[in-house]
């Protein structure tokens, strides 16, 4: 059973920078897709960006592309969210996804299909 818990949440002022982290509980961590979604609260849910298994394609939401930056580190088991010139509009709860059952397809252009793993969430807020 996959596990995924987030870290690296805060406070941060508009224009600075954050980098989330995400442990997997699971070796064969290079294996499958891993990705982020964030929830304002009032608004849906929204897939921000995803990263295949080899790491080799990776998809951003036009809402964070040429800002945020997606990573993951197989050594660590370890995924990463540095996200730049944060604005008001990032401020959300941000969580992990994993798809340990290979049913997610990642390409530059699209991340489409069901991550079964959810972590807790980690809270960003932007603000002056």
Known sequence: QVQVVESGGGLVQPGGS???SCTA???AF???PMGWFRQ???KEREKI???SGSG???YFADSVKGRFTISRDSAQNTLYLQM???QPEDTAMYY???DPGLQVLVTNRMCSGDFSVWGQGTQVTVSS
């Open 18 to 20: 954050l980098r989330l």
């Open 25 to 27: 509980s699971r070796l």
């Open 30 to 32: 290079d294996n499958y």
């Open 40 to 42: 304002a609260p009032g």
């Open 49 to 51: 960006s995803c990263i």
């Open 56 to 58: 080799a394609s990776t």
């Open 84 to 86: 730049d010139s944060l």
């Open 96 to 98: 992990c996804v994993a």
